[in-house]
């Protein structure tokens, strides 16, 4: 099952610019995750928000969680051609040991 | 940070064949575990939960007699995909909580199934 939906699907910046990506999901939520997948690689853990928060940053990194609108945003300042990945959200339930339900993803370029 | 560790990165196997893919995490113990599958361009799909000591807990699509889960230790979890057809073929991925209810999932690198 997958929780909901990324937009925008693809996104292609030049360096230095701003990417933003949205993220929204259906159900209540312990707290919600972003994650970073190079092309054919594992999972890296990026930025998790807890239901409780609405804005969390971490270096470039700034995330942003709506749980009215059951939404989050995930924005990259200054990006460099080494953010080119795709990014995910990831929720679990409100109970405990859930697995994680990820979105659709964002597949983002960044060109030099 | 916790490590889970899985293996093979990459097979690649004739039509008919089983693969055994391991899942380990290496500095904690991990009672759930999480089998994902990833098709190209496309976002991870919960496929099963891991339980150690039990059965496996199946998403709905998934054939459990397809992809055998065995959950025997803390720290194992493997996944079989038994008479492998080109269809399976497929990113495959694992995640561990550290404790029951930790926050965050750690993920094995992943297993690129190829079946010719």
């Known amino acids: 099952s997958q929780q909901g939906e990324e937009d925008p699907q693809a996104l292609s910046i030049q360096e230095g610019e701003n990417a933003t990506m949205n993220c929204s999901y259906k159900t209540s939520i312990n707290n919600l995750q972003w994650y970073r997948q190079n092309s054919g690689r594992g999972l890296v853990h990026l930025i998790l928000i807890r239901s409780n928060e609405r804005e969390k940053h971490s270096g470039r990194l700034r995330v942003t969680l709506d749980t009215s609108k059951k939404s989050s945003s995930l924005l990259i300042t200054a990006s460099r051609a080494a953010d080119t990945a795709s990014y995910f959200c990831?929720?679990?339930?409100?109970?405990?040991?859930?697995?994680?339900?990820f979105g659709k993803g964002t597949t983002l370029s960044v060109s030099s | 940070g916790a490590v889970v560790s899985q293996h093979p990165s990459r097979v690649i196997c004739k039509s008919g064949t089983s693969v055994k893919i391991e899942c380990r995490s290496l500095d904690f113990q991990a009672t759930t575990m999480f089998w994902y599958r990833q098709f190209p361009k496309q976002s991870l799909m919960l496929m099963a939960t891991?339980?150690?000591?039990?059965?496996?807990?199946?998403e709905q699509g998934v054939e459990k007699d397809k992809f055998l889960i065995n959950h025997a230790s803390l720290t194992l979890s493997t996944l079989t995909v038994t008479s492998a057809h080109p269809e399976d073929s497929s990113f495959y991925i694992c995640?561990?909580?550290?404790?029951?209810?930790?926050?965050?999932?750690?993920f094995g690198s992943g297993t690129q199934l190829s079946v010719l």
């Open positions: 995640s561990a909580r550290d404790g029951v209810s930790g926050e965050k999932l750690f």
């Open positions: 990831a929720t679990d339930g409100d109970q405990a040991g859930t697995a994680l339900i």
């Open positions: 891991s339980n150690e000591g039990s059965k496996a807990t199946y």
